[in-house]
């Protein structure tokens, strides 16, 4: 089976996002109103992991240095279960998967050990050499176990997860040039590559900690502990910082030249209904063509979408563009599964992508009883006007596919979105009207996963 295909138009949302200053909190959280939208139809066709039928997740999804899809088929809830690397196909329009992660890093899925059984949002291609750079994260349980605990198995030996496995792999050559341990016992939670420096930075988990690998002497530093509540992507800005999150929402940031991590004073927008900016961390950041800003949004509860330009003042402003799902009543809980956004990416028409879940709700969205409780909308945002348009939904032949873990723009122009909590797992393909692709559309590539 090679894919489905649906086709699907939608209204379009437009907004007049509000302006604020770094750290300041928000004065309003109304998600903006519906309008209709003369958009054509946008293609969509759905890709599943048959290749791999363990596979339950897809966390990473990234063009390659060479302008290919490449996406992580992962399986962490299988005991024994490993990840798998699959490649988009255009002539054959199929997914081709290139090998198995286990068998690269001598780490097979029957050891006994916690299994290589993802990649999570570890992706990081280097275009001068045309390597795809690629980190493991645990969660897997071994092969005669249910689940696994990291602390439970932190000093077994035959049961504990060896470490983040590094792989370089050749995208010419079709070739996995070498790999290494990156970080003992621990996975990789988010990777990114200063290709000019060879360096790669990561988070760590369970301990979440900095730290900094050196590609060419293939030496590791660990700058230590950030907090307790992983964020989910690293950026890097002109000045080779590297910025991510901590726990309560503030800004941390690794300067090279001090060689230390400074954490901002300021608390990033959040709902000040029921948050304090707790657990507001980053889930993802694509940077704007001009590599002045980046577009970035926080991880659950209600996310929301901000613009961040980390190359002005002593920290960055940052630009509060409010909730990016449905209006909901906050004495209601709700799943933070189903409120989720990701899959932020610039195509080659200059506007951004992401896809955010839209849900059944009695009073704010009553969709219809033919339809999944919850799906997953593709937006479209003019970066200028910060005008945003609905301009597909993405429909799954069985499940609900609200939850988008990354996306891509191939080198055709196309979008391609990571999906989790689907059965069967796999990816999307968004075919973008002919006036909107471009050639090398994935340049400049984004160096982090």
Partial sequence: MKRREFIKGGAGLATAWLTLPAGAAAKSDKVPSVKASAEAPYKTSWYPFTGHPDADTCWSLSAGPDGRIYAAACAESVPGGVVKLAR??????????????????????????????????SFAPSMSDGVLYMATHLSGPPIDQPAYSPWLSWNDPKRCFRGSALVAFDTKRDKVLWWDTMIPKEGCRCLLHDEERNLLYSLSYPRDHFIIYDTKKRTRRDLGRIGSINAQTLFLDRRHRVWTTDDYGHLVRYDPEKDR???????????????????????????????????AVTWIAQPRLMRIWPNEGEWPRVEDLGPVTQERDPTFPTDTFTDHCGGLVFGGDGQLYFVASRWRDPVYNPMPGSKHDREGVVWRLNPRTLQREEVAVLQHPKSPAQYVSRGAVDHNGNLFFGIVGTSPVGIFKVDLPAARRKKNAHLPIRVWG
């Fill in 88 to 121: 988009y196909n255009e002539h054959s329009d199929s997914l081709d998967y290139l090998f198995s992660l286990d068998e690269v890093v001598d780490d097979p899925g029957d050891s006994g050990r916690a299994t290589q059984c993802k990649i999570h949002y």
């Fill in 261 to 295: 991590l400074e954490r901002s004073p300021y608390v990033l927008p959040h709902n000040p209904q029921f948050q304090n900016g707790w657990h507001s961390v980053f889930y993802d950041v694509v940077a704007a063509p001009d590599r002045e800003s980046v577009f």
